[in-house]
Nanobody, 117 residues
């Protein structure tokens, strides 16, 4: 069982920045594939950014060039740096961990990001 705890959400003005953090339990964090997803009201959950255990990254089209995913395997933490935020980035952001050797996926509880004046 992997527990994920997100933090760093909040209210920010358009054009601003936020950094989300997701702390994971377990001693094999470096072997997890990690991702950030978001869900806006009335919309489906969508991929924002992902990073494999090997460090390969992928991003949703709407955030490319503005968001950056990174991880610190010593701190068991994955980050999402969000720059040039837009009102359409408003959503609940969820951290996801995929454990390849057990084919198990885990979700955090989510953190609200609101981009508004």
């Amino acid at each position: 069982q992997v527990q994920l705890v997100e933090s760093g959400g909040g209210l920010v003005q358009p054009g601003g920045s936020l950094r989300l953090s997701c702390a994971a339990s377990g001693s094999a964090f470096s072997r997890y594939h990690m991702g950030w997803y978001r869900q806006a009201p009335g919309k489906q959950r969508e991929l924002v950014a992902a990073m494999t255990s090997g460090g390969s990254t992928s991003y949703g089209d709407s955030v490319k060039g503005r968001f950056t995913i990174s991880r610190d395997n010593f701190k068991n933490t994955v980050y999402l740096q969000m720059n040039s935020l837009k009102p359409e980035d408003t959503a609940v952001y969820y951290c996801n961990a995929f454990v390849p050797y057990s084919s198990s996926g885990y979700w955090g509880q989510g953190t609200q990001v609101t981009v508004s004046t």
